[in-house]
């Protein structure tokens, strides 16, 4: 069994940084592939971010790419989601998920999901 636990969210005006993070316990992080996923006030769940076991393979969906990071820290059991220039439209609540095994960014494929953060972004 893995439980997730997101930390970081708030309110922050638009234009701002702020980075989330996922920490993993129960199973070693490093086997997990790990997604952030977010669900806006409304709207249906979208995909967000993914990372592979070693941090090596990343993607983004295409309406953060080039604003959104997402990293790891083995080590430390923690996927990381740092978020630039956020925009009103970011507003969500963000969840992280894992999975053992194959890479993929479908929500569906994903066996472990955290509570969510809040973020939101005011104009």
């Known amino acids: 069994q893995v439980q997730l636990v997101e930390s970081g969210g708030g309110l922050v005006q638009a234009g701002d940084s702020l980075r989330i993070s996922c920490t993993a316990s129960g199973r070693t992080a490093s086997r997990l592939v790990v997604g952030w996923f977010r669900r806006a006030p409304g709207k249906e769940r979208e995909f967000v971010a993914v990372i592979n076991q070693s941090g090596g393979r990343i993607d983004h969906a295409s309406s953060v790419k080039g604003r959104f990071t997402i990293s790891r820290d083995n080590a430390k059991g923690t996927v990381y989601l740092q978020m630039n220039s956020l925009k009103p439209e970011d507003t969500a609540v963000y969840y992280c998920?894992?999975?053992?095994?194959?890479?993929?960014?479908?929500?569906?494929?994903?066996?472990?999901w955290g509570q969510g953060t809040q973020v939101t972004v005011s104009s």
């Open positions: 998920a894992a999975k053992e095994g194959l890479y993929t960014d479908a929500a569906e494929r994903f066996s472990y």
